[in-house]
């Protein structure tokens, strides 16, 4: 009989119940995934990751293969729509954006877009939202991953350190945007917080400004801050990586990741890994009261060797007694679409 360990953040989605009109509810599991142009009565099938082709008007593919993109006014919409979202304004309280501020372009190493753009207030703002205009503010970076929502972060100052850490190299080069200005100041980095976990025995390096988040307590290690989020957890699949990336792109009721999800497998700190890109009609939530609302992305990677975390789990022989501590074979990491990417490179496995 073949047994499988779900992870277990998707008890967390129980409590969507309540306000979520689902019929039952089931844990994320890693299941058999459907075969290829099949369907699953379950949930649908995720996507592999495909490049897409080249825009209308985009330029030819730059140095390290990011290619340079045309803005459409449709584009220029959902920027506008997506900073005024986190910062919690009208889109009518912006009147456009700055001219020549605009970049745009696609990376196929990570299938994501990106985009760049200075916002104008509108001369009717009040003086409290004219205000927040200042000191980088009315700058926006943005991700999103393919078929997936923008995920923005505000540019900040100086907007040159933000930039360097937000966007992939090939992506500034493609841009023309030196980078050489950041190393100049000093800050050719963000200053950046390393996460251990010894329950995950797992390290990673997160944003500095993001924090513990209220409420989260015991073995689960969990940052946000109003950039991003981040949540550590573990899980086992014996059908292996492609069927757990499966199962958690896919497994749960809710689609957490939406019904379109897209996977791409890579590796991970020298190990099989993957990751999870929400499709755009994915859920955003926030991570705390009041906090800013963003969608799910995962990454999963292979220990290299299984992880014991915890009690709860019946004994190898099946035989009555007390519970056994959980043999887990994957990590999972949790996050924001935006910073997946980054978070996943600099994963370091304990063992």
Known sequence: MRTIMVSRRALGWLGLLATVAAAGCTATSASSPAAPGGSRSASPAATTAVSPGAAAGSAPAGPGGARNLAVSGAVRDELTAAYAGLRGISPADVTGT?????????????????????????????????????????IGLFARAARSGWQVELGGEPVVCTEVVFFPPAVLRTWSLSTAMAASSGCSSRPARQVSSKTFAASISIPADWQPTPDYVGQFAYDDGASGWVELDAATEPSGLHS?????????????????????????????????????????????AWGTAFQDSAALVEYRQPVTIGGGCASPTGQPGPPQPCLYSLLIILADPAHLVAIADSVQLHH
């Open 98 to 138: 700055e001219p020549g501020s605009v970049y745009y372009a696609y990376d196929p190493a990570t299938d994501t877009y990106w985009a760049r753009a200075t916002f104008m207030p509108s001369l009717k703002d009040p003086f409290k939202v004219l205000v927040g205009f200042q000191d980088g503010a009315d």
């Open 244 to 288: 757990a990336c499966t199962g958690t792109a896919t497994g749960n009721v809710l689609h957490p990741y939406g019904l379109y999800p897209q996977i791409i497998y890579r590796s991970i700190d020298g190990r099989p890994g993957c990751l999870i890109f929400p499709s755009g009609d994915a859920l955003r939530l926030p991570r705390r």
